[in-house]
């Protein structure tokens, strides 16, 4: 079983940052190819960034490109979503996520959901 663990959410001011953190456990995740999904309260779960097993190649959503970034280091088999400024709409509980293949525009690609975590933008 893939089993994915999320941190580093919490309460942000508009403008700031945060860093959100998935770490697998009972796996290695340079094997997979990594996404972070969200989901804000009443929408669904809409994909947001994603990295290749070798982390050379990411891909974002409109939404997030340019603000947030995606790394992963395999050595300590986990995965990191930088956020930086930040919008009350990015306010969602965000999800890390073993893809099947290259593809966040659905959630047909994800094969293991981590738990969560929430991020909360606001003054």
């Known amino acids: 079983q893939l089993q994915l663990v999320e941190s580093g959410g919490g309460l942000v001011q508009p403008g700031g940052s945060l860093r959100l953190s998935c770490a697998a456990s009972g796996f290695t995740l340079d094997n997979y190819i990594i996404g972070w999904f969200r989901q804000a309260p009443g929408k669904e779960r809409e994909g947001v960034s994603c990295?290749?097993?070798?982390?050379?190649?990411?891909a974002y959503a409109a939404s997030v490109k340019g603000r947030f970034t995606i790394s992963r280091d395999n050595a300590k088999n986990t995965v990191s979503l930088q956020m930086n400024s930040l919008k009350p709409e990015d306010t969602a509980v965000y999800y890390c996520t073993v893809l099947k293949w290259w593809h966040i525009v659905t959630t047909n690609s994800v094969i293991s959901w981590g738990q969560g975590t929430q991020v909360t933008v606001s003054s």
């Open positions: 990295i290749s097993s070798s982390g050379d190649t990411t």
